[in-house]
């Protein structure tokens, strides 16, 4: 299960974000998203790249670390 700390969330909506962002994902699934600690986890297919994770998510306006 992959782990994305995400600075810059500050409440519910920043999560719902990124959790939709993520769930839109090919071969993503099981997304949850925390404030605290300030981070999603989720279930990935092998393929998945987590790269484009990460750039999906700093188009959102956050700063992630893969």
């Known amino acids: ?29 099981n997304v949850q998203v925390s404030l605290s600690p300030g981070q999603a986890t989720f279930d990935a297919k092998d393929d998945v790249d987590l790269t484009k994770v990460a750039e999906a998510i700093r188009g959102l306006g956050f700063d992630p670390e893969v």
Request: glycine share 14%; aromatic share 0%.
């Open 1 to 29: 299960m992959p782990v994305v700390k995400i600075s810059g969330m500050s409440c519910g909506h920043c999560t719902g974000s990124v959790t939709k962002t993520l769930e839109a994902m090919e071969g993503i699934t």
